[in-house]
């Protein structure tokens, strides 16, 4: 995964530095804290994120379990691992089912983030688990947005609920409300329902995708975030958690070159767990998100 290639390097140069010493003094710690907070800053972690992560990174490290540690090193190695997986949530937080089928999920998040090809994938990995999604499109805004979920939905093997084609534009609440009960009445025990997105946040937007949850009571609202667009990531998802309070988080597009800084803020910043991964546009490149792969991963 190149996500973190430039943030992965460093911070690997950075405690390799570290191993061709014994006992390690206050400075040989300070200055490895300095250069992990220069390596996140410069990957466009938050700065908030980043204060709290060295600050806990450089008190363990000048603490006694590397003071009395065989391998001091190792050992702050072992910590940054640590810290790395607590920021990313520590446990990985499953999807939460409904106790009465249906399963709602609705996805949210800015256009071009990723959610109607979310929708696909998620749909084709519950659809390998035996589960019977309907995918419903209340993206009415984007001209080609039905169709495009009707392509993704095909390809997952999945059915889809839209308004008719040349109905006008139609009323995104009603369509999710309708095809919520759709899939009660019919016996789906999943649906997921993709949102229109805006380039960047605005009122409306929000005033929608608000009036389609509470229309619709989802058990999980998964707020869709392209982990590329850096320093824009924390304002975009605080903007999301007050205007629809998303319960959980998909990154999206982990497989590209950028900072991908937003991928080890979100968890902080909004304090809502990040529950998949997307790496890729094709429908098999998504898994659940696993913290203490993920901080193995920036660590290799
Ligand atoms: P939406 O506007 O939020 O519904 O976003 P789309 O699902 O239409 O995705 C926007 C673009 O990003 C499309 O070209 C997708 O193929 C692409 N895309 C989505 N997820 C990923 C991903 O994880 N990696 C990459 N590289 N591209 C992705």
Redesign the pocket.
């Known amino acids: 995964m190149a996500t973190f290639g430039n943030l992965s390097a460093r911070l690997t140069d950075t405690l390799k530095n570290l191993r061709s010493k014994g006992k390690l003094s206050a400075s040989d710690v300070d200055s490895t804290v300095r250069e992990i907070r220069r390596a996140l800053l410069e990957a466009d972690v938050a700065l908030d994120v980043v204060k709290e992560f060295t600050a806990k990174v450089r008190e363990r490290a000048l603490g006694d379990e590397v003071n009395q540690a065989l391998n001091p090193a190792q050992q702050v190695v072992q910590i940054v691992n640590e810290e790395l997986v607590a920021i990313l949530g520590g446990e990985q937080r499953r999807l939460q089912f409904a106790k009465n089928p249906p399963t709602v999920i609705m996805l949210a ?1 800015l ?8 929708a696909g994938k998620l749909a084709k990995w519950l659809r390998d688990q035996g589960h019977t999604p309907l995918l419903v499109a209340c ?1 009415l805004q ?1 001209p080609n ?1 039905v169709t ?1 979920l009707g392509v993704v939905a095909e390809q997952a093997g999945a059915e889809i609920f839209a308004p008719e084609p040349g109905n006008g534009v139609g009323d995104p609440v009603q369509v999710a409300k309708r095809g919520v009960a759709e899939a009660r009445s019919k016996h789906y025990d999943f649906v997921i329902i ?1 949102t229109a ?1 805006r380039l960047g946040v605005d009122a409306e937007l929000m005033r929608q995708a608000s009036d389609i949850r509470k229309a619709t009571d989802p058990d999980e609202v998964l707020f ?1 975030i392209d982990a590329m667009i850096g320093q824009d990531a924390v304002a975009t998802a605080q903007a999301f958690q007050e205007g629809v309070d998303f319960t959980g988080v998909v990154l ?5 070159d950028a900072r991908g800084g937003a991928a080890l803020s979100i968890r902080s910043v909004t304090g809502r767990p990040i529950l998949f991964a ?4 094709g429908l098999k ?1 998504f898994e659940p998100f696993h913290p203490d792969r993920m901080a193995s991963r920036i660590l290799d």
Do not use: W
């Open positions: 998040g256009q071009g983030a990723g959610k109607t090809t979310l993206d984007r947005a495009q993709d997105g869709v999206t597009k982990l497989d590209g997307s790496t890729g546009e490149d």
